[in-house]
């Protein structure tokens, strides 16, 4: 079967992942992934009265497939009328999904953190989609991310996360620390859309109480051999 009710571990996903990716191109996968969370933002601004025509997304990526399957969302949405931009919180750029970004929102749409203003571009957003960290990410998000996606938590700004939300590790039910004295560093978001089955952070508290609503995307990963 393709998707399951039940909680998947990372390396047991990494391995369904591996084997369907003998077959399947892993481009397809995560074309697949970027609709499923297109959909899901397009979806969350209707619930706020928003249409997805000049609608302004801010994606804020990491450097991996996490962060392409964020850009390539975007880059779904600016086709369907979004204006939508991108800050990149890592020292490299899932190419693919930057390309098809910068080609759907114009050249200039992804910038890094200290791109001028680019921290602002999380505040002018009315929605984000965190991209930074996948099912890999560990607890807490290193200041680059926390200084985008922080923001977007204090401002009250509606947030899908793609997979898990960053700051938060996929098998554990744990939230991370504080620092410095300062909040837990992690997203809290509105909706999650995670793929092919749930993993322990979305379903067991209190970090399941950082997902939001949790949209459960068949990508085409088989669990079983």
Known sequence: MSTSENIVSVAGLREAERRTMLTVPEDTLMDRAATAVADAAQALAAERGLTVEGLRVCVVAGSGSNGGDALLAGAQL???GAEVVAVVAADRVHERGMRA????????AVSGVDFPLGRERVLDAQLVIDGFAGIGGRPG?????????GRAVEAGLPIVAVD???????DSAALPDAVDGGVPRHVVADVTVTFTARKRCLVEPPAAL?????ILADVGVALDP
């Open 78 to 80: 600016a086709r369907r």
């Open 101 to 108: 970004l910068e080609e759907a929102a114009g050249t200039g």
């Open 141 to 149: 998000l290193p200041d680059d991310a926390w200084s985008l996606l």
């Open 164 to 170: 898990v939300p960053s700051g938060i590790a996929a």
């Open 210 to 214: 950082a997902a939001g609503r949790v």
